[in-house]
């Protein structure tokens, strides 16, 4: 299986992916990464790595439907197919209908809670984790699913869970999910590689 990266973050959990291919325990093959500006740190990542890199910007005034065009033809120029996974780690931006179709069954995100609640618009970064302690929940997680026209909508692959803890904060509670995140985001592709998760 080839898979390309998607980020518009630090890169941690690619990170880990980069480590899970270097230790052997993925042996899916990344054809690089996708980002959305040169002053990302997940480039950094990748550049240590070895793997090829492409820059998106956002243009002002352009559409959602021709900022995608450009997404898909770098993924393209990264030497993907159709058959090609999207591994969405930190892609802060929601996909057109266009694109979802073109990647359809493709996609792979992954959500810093337990699905389906906690999610849709607006639901990310530590909005996210204050939503869950807001809501005087005793445990959050992570859910690894495909992406679809809605916003955390599509089918899940995957959930992880871990405690939420008394005197928890925003950020105390993101590190124990992001733990999760590395742990779990390389073992699900590598599952998909074995045919031991499949699309049909």
Not at 44 to 54: M, N, T, V
Not at 157 to 164: E, R
Request: hydrophobic share 40%.
């Amino acid at each position: 299986m080839n898979f390309v990266v998607l980020s518009s973050s630090r890169g941690t959990t690619f990170q880990a992916v980069i480590e899970a291919i270097q230790r052997g325990e993925l042996t899916a093959k990344c054809l690089g990464l996708v980002t959305d500006s040169p002053d990302k740190a997940c480039i950094d990542k990748a550049q240590a790595a070895g793997l090829p890199y492409r820059i998106v910007e956002r243009v002002k005034g352009a559409s959602r439907e021709e900022f995608d065009y450009r997404v898909h033809e770098a993924i393209l120029a990264l030497g993907a197919d159709l058959r090609t996974v999207i591994a969405a780690l930190g892609w802060m931006f929601i996909f057109t209908p266009w694109f979802i179709q073109t990647w359809k069954n493709r996609i792979i995100n992954v959500h810093p809670a337990l699905l389906p609640k906690h999610g849709g618009k607006g639901m990310y970064g530590h909005h996210v984790h204050e939503s869950v302690l807001a809501e005087s929940e005793g445990e959050s997680g992570v859910t690894i699913h495909l992406m679809d026209e809605g916003v955390d909508t599509g089918r899940i692959l995957l959930q992880k869970t871990c405690p939420v803890l008394p005197g928890d904060t925003h950020a105390s509670l993101q590190e124990r999910v992001q733990a999760l995140e590395k742990k779990w985001y390389p073992k699900v592709l590598q599952m998909i590689e074995l045919g031991e998760i499949t699309f049909d």
